[in-house]
């Protein structure tokens, strides 16, 4: 599926900087680990702590765990019910379908191995280590229905889990409506791991499309897409809940918080009317503190996210078929 995104000239202004006033990264070098066959659509990742181990989910409902370069990929987890291996193996990223499910964020508390999971189709869920059918734990907020579960966090001290629906209209098959009329009803939503209930922060979001907690859970940073920001929003304090722009980046997807207060950001630069993909490093302040330029690589392809582990960033899209490794 290939999203045209229409930007106001303000954010060229903000491109401009990008471009020329952040550190633009070569890379040294860039490996792929290759998906299992007719697998595609990786969206987002979660790590096992102190391994090279992750999870993510792709596009025919499946969410895979990479256990090192000798096994490989093996299959984990599914949010779908009733989904069907004969019908759903091998689904694209263009022909998403309700009964397979589309895992899109993941996020995994070390201290319990709970692996969280937000699906377009059946919501916010968790799988236990040992996977297999992911288990509700909510399909509605105050009364509303999650109409596009994406981006999910744990804030790993509390266990407490923070995600978005990306639009409270539109569902993954209307993306680019939503992006066609500026949709903004997304939400930001806290599940609470003690009562076991789920509240809204906040609203009226240009889909949004990642979140990220600090590591004292005072803010977080969501993205949204349709609106090419990330907004900063506070969690505790004399104003909880009241929110800044704090970068202006266009097409931002997931983001993941990183050493010292630090976020990998996956976004895109403009290039000749084209967006570029790239990889931004910002502060908890939004400021681009480093720049991986992607298009070697991706061309013109969206990357979801890029995850830092160890010395090395993994990138995800979901518009191919295997998980990008960069070391610099």
Same mark, same amino acid.
């Given at each position: 599926?290939?999203?045209?995104?229409?930007?106001?000239?303000?954010?060229?202004?903000?491109?401009?900087?990008?471009?020329?006033?952040?550190?633009? *990264?070569?890379?040294?070098?860039?490996?792929?680990?290759?998906?299992?066959?007719?697998?595609?659509?990786?969206?987002?990742?979660?790590?096992?702590?102190?391994?090279?181990?992750?999870?993510?989910?792709?596009?025919?409902?499946?969410?895979?765990?990479?256990?090192?370069?000798?096994?490989?990929?093996?299959?984990?987890?599914?949010a779908a019910p009733n989904r069907s291996k004969s019908l759903c193996d091998g689904t694209n990223t263009s022909n998403p379908n309700p009964v397979c499910g589309r895992p899109l964020g993941l996020?995994?508390?070390?201290?319990?191995?709970?692996?969280?999971?937000?699906?377009?189709?059946?919501?916010?869920?968790?799988?236990?280590?040992?996977?297999?059918?992911?288990?509700?734990?909510?399909?509605?907020?105050?009364?509303e229905p999650y109409r596009f579960c994406n981006a999910v966090d744990v804030h790993q001290p509390t266990g407490n889990v923070y995600f978005t629906d990306a639009s409270a209209v539109y569902d993954?098959?209307?993306?680019?409506?939503?992006?066609?009329?500026?949709?903004?009803?997304?939400?930001?939503?806290?599940?609470?791991?003690?009562?076991?209930?789920?509240?809204?922060?906040?609203?009226?979001?240009?889909?949004?499309?990642?979140?990220?907690?600090?590591?004292?859970?005072?803010?977080?940073?969501?993205?949204?897409?349709?609106?090419?920001?990330?907004?900063?929003?506070?969690?505790?304090?004399?104003?909880?809940?009241?929110?800044?722009?704090?970068?202006?980046?266009?097409?931002?997807?997931?983001?993941?918080?990183?050493?010292?207060?630090?976020?990998?950001?996956?976004?895109?630069?403009?290039?000749?009317?084209?967006?570029?993909? *790239?990889?931004?490093?910002?502060?908890?302040?939004?400021?681009?503190?480093?720049? *991986?330029?992607?298009?070697?690589?991706?061309?013109?392809?969206?990357?979801?996210?890029?995850q830092e582990y160890g010395s090395k960033l993994y990138i995800v899209s979901r518009l191919v078929n295997f998980v990008g490794v960069f070391k610099h």
């Open positions: 599926m290939k999203i045209h995104i229409i930007m106001a000239p303000i954010f060229f202004t903000s491109i401009f900087h990008f471009c020329f006033l952040s550190t633009l *990264v070569s890379a040294i070098s860039f490996n792929q680990i290759q998906l299992p066959k007719n697998a595609t659509g990786p969206e987002a990742m979660a790590f096992e702590l102190g391994t090279s181990r992750f999870f993510t989910g792709i596009a025919d409902g499946r969410i895979l765990k990479y256990r090192g370069p000798t096994t490989g990929f093996v299959e984990f987890g599914f996020a995994l508390h070390h201290q319990t191995q709970r692996l969280y999971v937000c699906d377009a189709f059946f919501g916010f869920g968790v799988l236990g280590p040992d996977g297999g059918l992911v288990t509700q734990l909510s399909t509605t907020a105050e009364g993954i098959r209307e993306l680019e409506t939503a992006i066609s009329v500026q949709d903004s009803t997304g939400r930001l939503l806290k599940y609470d791991v003690k009562n076991k209930q789920v509240t809204v922060l906040f609203r009226n979001l240009s889909f949004a499309a990642g979140v990220a907690i600090d590591e004292e859970e005072k803010f977080a940073l969501v993205t949204e897409f349709i609106a090419n920001r990330t907004r900063k929003i506070w969690l505790q304090g004399q104003r909880p809940y009241r929110s800044e722009i704090v970068n202006s980046l266009p097409a931002p997807d997931n983001i993941k918080r990183t050493r010292l207060d630090n976020f990998w950001l996956a976004a895109a630069r403009v290039m000749q009317s084209n967006l570029l993909p *790239v990889g931004a490093r910002i502060n908890r302040n939004g400021n681009v503190l480093e720049t *991986v330029n992607l298009e070697r690589w991706y061309g013109n392809k969206s990357v979801s996210e890029v």
